[in-house]
């Protein structure tokens, strides 16, 4: 939804810019009649605005790259909140038909005790790959390495009490 109006008023913006452009030539000389058939192509409309996607971080990744919540809680709300919830607390709208019912992520007592290396296992696997259900799905098609880390890490924000990393 909201990417869509957000298109939509891109659209908006550059047929605004195109009239302008229009309007430049239109002040100095009276407009010249418009030809029967016009063979001139109409031009394409320019595509929208790039918006910034923190979503697609470029595929190089430099090595100091750090794992990011925020961008990890978009892939989250994509791919995860229909089960796990918005919050992670299992409150996802498919979370009811599922057996066994998918983790809570806002549940740091239980949470905090999965290291990150198997939270990004059984994201990038699934969960036969740590001996859980198949119903977790394995994401690693639709998510990089580096956004698993960030997904991990906004699972890590979920947690209540809180995830201390060790120091
Ligand atoms: C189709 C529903 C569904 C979706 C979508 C889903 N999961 Fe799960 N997930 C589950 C279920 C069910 C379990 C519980 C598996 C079990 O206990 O055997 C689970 C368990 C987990 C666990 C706990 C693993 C453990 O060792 O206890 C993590 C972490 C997890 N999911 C992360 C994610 C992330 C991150 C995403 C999005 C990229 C995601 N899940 C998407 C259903 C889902």
Redesign the pocket.
């Known amino acids: 939804m909201r990417d869509l109006s957000r298109r939509w008023k891109g659209v908006g913006l550059a047929l605004a810019a195109a009239a302008l452009a229009c309007g430049e030539d239109g002040g100095s000389q009276p407009a010249p009649p418009a030809p029967a058939a016009s063979p001139a192509p109409a031009a394409k409309p320019a595509p929208p605005p790039a918006e910034p996607t923190p979503s697609q971080p470029a595929r190089a990744v430099p090595a100091a790259y750090a794992a990011d919540a925020g961008r990890g809680a978009e892939?989250?709300a994509t791919?995860?909140?229909?089960?796990?919830g918005p919050r992670g607390c299992g409150e996802?709208p498919?979370?009811g038909a599922?057996?066994?019912?998918?983790?809570k992520?806002c549940d740091g007592t239980?949470?905090n005790a999965?290291s990150d290396a198997?939270?990004f296992e059984?994201?990038k696997e699934g969960?036969p790959a740590?001996?859980?259900?198949p119903?977790?799905?394995a994401?690693g098609g639709?998510?990089s390495d580096e956004q698993?880390h960030d997904?991990?890490a906004f699972?890590r924000s979920l947690a209540d009490p809180p995830y201390e990393p060790d120091r």
């Open positions: 892939h989250y791919f995860c909140a229909s089960c796990h996802g498919m979370a599922l057996d066994p019912t998918p983790a992520h239980y949470m999965l198997h939270l059984v994201i969960g740590v001996g859980k259900s119903l977790m799905a994401w639709s998510l698993i997904v991990v699972v």
